[in-house]
């Protein structure tokens, strides 16, 4: 603070004396570019966000809480998604889930996802392996969201 003080006394403008304390501080613009880049508008942004929103879903998925499943699906599919979720809520967990492939769209606004999910049903306890097919959709409303999960391939991937 003593060094803006004698700059500004010195004669060089307020504006002068804020910019070197920004610089000073780090880039100024970071928040800005770090919101750019969660809003999707590029091709290689859209890709970035869909692992993480995949990660989000599988992992409400694992711990059975079906607000946070529902936010990330879109609006035709919430009847579908909404029907798989409470069916298996009282019989199967969820052990573990991995991304095999992700597959995008021209422009990378739609993505197929093939996960690798390991489960038991209760009460049986037996792991189990499937692969679960999953389209997602971009909209720079909503974000990524599903639009069709597939959990009927039985097999193996990877």
Known sequence: MRICVRVVSRGVSVGVAVLLMLSLSGCFLAPFIGAFKQAGVTQSDREALLPKDVKRFTDALFWGTSGPIMEMVDEPA???VSQQVAEA??????????VVSID?????????????VRYYRVPYYMVQDR?????WQFSFNDG???TDRNLNTPGKLG
């Open 89 to 98: 809520t009282d019989v199967e967990r969820v052990v573990e889930s991995k």
């Open 131 to 135: 692969v679960e097919i999953q389209q």
């Open 78 to 80: 919430k009847k579908q």
């Open 144 to 146: 990524w969201q599903i």
């Open 104 to 116: 995008f769209g021209d422009g990378s606004y739609t993505a197929q996802v093939d996960l690798k």
